[in-house]
Nanobody
Framework: QVQPVESGGGLVQAGGSLRLSCVAS????????MGWFRQAPGKERDLVAA????????YYADSVKGRFTISRDNVQNTVYLQANSLKPEDTAVYYC???????????????????WGQGTQVTVSS
């Protein structure tokens, strides 16, 4: 079992920044591929960014490319999402997702993730 716990959400003005963190306990963190998803009210949960277990490969949704950065610290068992130049349309609950992996690749399909955090709210005001 893995229990991811997110933090770092909040209210920020458009153009501002937030750094989300996710600590994943219960399994060797370095053997897990990680993803950040978000879900706005009335919408589906979508992938924002994903990172492989060694941290040298990552994926970004087109809507956040150039503004968000995913990274991880395998000593601290933590994955981060640095969100810059935030827009009102970035408002959503952000979820951290985990899957065990021995291929060292990232995953973009929501169905491929086995463990989820409770989410952290990000609200961007205009």
């Amino acid at each position: 079992q893995v229990q991811p716990v997110e933090s770092g959400g909040g209210l920020v003005q458009a153009g501002g920044s937030l750094r989300l963190s996710c600590v994943a306990s219960g399994r060797t963190f370095s053997s897990c591929s990680m993803g950040w998803f978000r879900q706005a009210p009335g919408k589906e949960r979508d992938l924002v960014a994903a990172i492989n277990r060694s941290g040298n490969r990552s994926y970004y949704a087109d809507s956040v490319k150039g503004r968000f950065t995913i990274s991880r610290d395998n000593v601290q068992n933590t994955v981060y999402l640095q969100a810059n130049s935030l827009k009102p349309e970035d408002t959503a609950v952000y979820y951290c997702a985990v899957r065990s992996d021995n291929t060292n690749r990232y995953f973009t399909d929501i169905q491929e993730y086995a463990y989820w955090g409770q989410g952290t709210q990000v609200t961007v005001s205009s």
